[in-house]
């Protein structure tokens, strides 16, 4: 968010003044906060307002009893399929006698796939 106002402000320039280290830092850390505030929904786990990280990564080990196996299966399907999309994209590119091209193009794609994927097991399933 800060890097986006940096550009939209048209100070995008001085980025390059901060160091790799502090850009990685900060990067890392903004990607630990999402996934931890994502925890609960990916989890289907129902939390009450949540002032820090680690009281959300408190309350919600007390609540893993109430854990929604439908929710954690799709998370976790999705999760292994992002994590592995080239393997899984070379894997289905030869099963189906396929070019690298193609392999390569799945990969690329896969993301917005298992978007779709999610979408549509969630929709059917009626797990709104």
């Known amino acids: 968010m800060f890097l986006m106002l940096f550009v939209v402000v048209g100070l995008g320039g ?5 160091s790799q280290p502090v850009l990685s830092g900060f990067t890392a850390g903004l990607a630990l906060l999402v996934t931890i505030n994502q925890l609960p929904l990916l989890l289907g786990v129902q ?20 854990l929604n196996m439908a929710n954690f299966a799709i998370a976790l399907m999705a ?4 994590t592995n999309r080239v393997r899984v994209a070379n894997g289905v590119a ?8 193609v392999a390569r193009w799945t990969a690329q794609v896969s993301p917005l796939m ?11 399933g009626d797990m709104n």
């Not at 939390?47 to 109430?66: D, F, H």
């Not at 030869?94 to 091209?101: N, T």
């Open 47 to 66: 939390l009450e307002q949540t002032s820090s990280s680690p009281e959300l990564i408190w309350v919600l080990t007390r609540k893993i009893g109430e």
């Open 114 to 124: 298992v978007i779709a994927g999610g979408a549509v097991v969630v929709s059917v």
């Open 14 to 18: 001085m980025l390059r003044y901060v």
């Open 94 to 101: 030869r099963l189906f006698g396929c070019k690298s091209v």
């Open 79 to 82: 999760v292994v399929l992002l």
